[in-house]
């Protein structure tokens, strides 16, 4: 079956722009999570999502972060007025379920470059 | 707050020699601990977790309250064994979810 994809897979932004990015979990996962890997560094939480309910956005650096999954199932991460500190990679992930014995399924992230 | 630690950035061995790629961590509760593996060019995946207490590929991990470590080891590694590595610890987040702290990750390379 298909993991999770995510697209676009690169994206180049201007300082200043809105970008918007997909992520389309594993059908019938219940948990969706967004994380930012800057270069050398290993993935951070942003975001997580329990179905359509945002449960936790304590990750998202600032309101110019913001995502949403309104049916439950494919979610948008939206960041505003893009800078340069926002380069990175950023990840989605889903699992079946929240507990803990519930793996996370990686997509291949998308690569931002805030020029 | 938790914090994961892995000391190498790089490790690099010859094929045939024992592996440890090192993780500490500090949380304050009971920690729930993963490896997760990152081959060229594929996506993040779980490798192990500690309360499987398995051994995936040759590689185990065991976790040690007493020094809060949760290292990896590989008796003998293989060419195809060379990856980034992270080491994950779970926090309880609202709703129930276990969310993983990352490591940085340690580049493992192995020569022929």
């Known amino acids: 079956g298909a993991g999770v994809s995510q697209s676009p897979r690169y994206k180049v932004a201007k300082r200043g722009q809105d970008v918007a990015l997909r992520c389309d979990p594993i059908s019938g996962h219940v948990s969706l999570f967004w994380y930012q890997q800057a270069l050398g560094q290993g993935p951070e939480f942003l975001t997580y999502?329990?179905?359509?309910?945002?449960?936790?956005k304590s990750g998202l650096p600032s309101d110019r972060f913001f995502a949403e999954r309104p049916e439950g199932s494919v979610s948008t991460l939206k960041i505003q007025r893009t800078q340069q500190e926002d380069s990175a990679v950023y990840l989605c992930?889903?699992?079946?379920?929240?507990?803990?014995?519930?793996?996370?399924?990686f997509g291949p992230g998308t690569r931002l470059t805030v020029t | 707050a938790q914090r994961v630690t892995q000391p190498e950035k790089l490790l690099s061995v010859f094929k045939g020699a024992p592996v440890e790629l090192k993780c500490n961590y500090s949380?304050?509760?009971?920690?729930?601990l993963f490896w997760y593996v990152q081959y060229s060019r594929q996506r993040l995946q779980l490798l192990l977790r500690?309360?499987s207490r398995e051994s995936i590929k040759g590689f185990t991990a065991d976790l040690n309250k007493g020094e809060t470590s949760f290292h990896l080891k590989k008796p003998f590694a293989q060419e195809e064994d060379s990856a980034m590595y992270y080491c994950a610890l779970s926090q309880v987040a609202s709703g129930g979810s276990y969310i993983p702290t990352f490591g940085r990750g340690t580049s493992l390379i192995v020569h022929p």
């Open positions: 949380y304050s509760g009971s920690p729930e």
């Open positions: 992930a889903s699992s079946l379920g929240s507990g803990r014995s519930y793996e996370q399924y």
């Open positions: 999502f329990q179905n359509e309910a945002q449960l936790d």
């Open positions: 500690h309360i």
